[in-house]
């Protein structure tokens, strides 16, 4: 069992800047695979970052790529989303969220390959 807790949501103009962080307890952190995804109102939940257990190796939807850097320091426990340049459409609600996956590979996109969720934290971007 992995509990996951968001934190720095927030309210940022657009240009703008936020770091996420989402802090992990329970079973040991650097065995899961960590995404970061995102929930707009009256849409679904979509992808917008994933990070391998060492954290050397990341992917990006299309539409966050060169704006929002994922890391992650498993000595902290802790899996951070970097997000600059942000937009309007950048509005929903961020969900942090831990994958136990098979070894043989390093990063998911897939919602439903990942066990734990965190209870996510709101980011407004005003135009």
């Known amino acids: 069992q992995v509990q996951l807790v968001e934190s720095g949501g927030g309210l940022v103009q657009a240009g703008g800047s936020l770091t996420l962080s989402c802090g992990a307890s329970?079973?040991?952190?650097?065995?899961?695979?960590m995404g970061w995804f995102r929930q707009a109102l009256g849409k679904e939940r979509e992808f917008v970052a994933t990070?391998?257990?060492?954290?050397?190796?990341?992917y990006y939807a299309d539409s966050v790529k060169g704006r929002f850097t994922i890391s992650r320091d498993n000595a902290k426990t802790t899996v951070y989303l970097q997000m600059n340049s942000l937009k309007p459409e950048d509005t929903a609600v961020y969900y942090c969220?831990?994958?136990?996956?098979?070894?043989?590979?390093?990063?998911?996109?897939?919602?439903?390959?990942?066990?734990?969720w965190g209870q996510g934290t709101q980011v407004t971007v005003s135009s």
């Open positions: 329970g079973r040991v952190f650097s065995s899961y695979v």
């Open positions: 969220a831990a994958a136990l996956i098979p070894t043989i590979r390093d990063l998911s996109s897939l919602h439903s390959e990942y066990d734990y």
């Open positions: 990070i391998s257990r060492s954290g050397g190796a990341t």
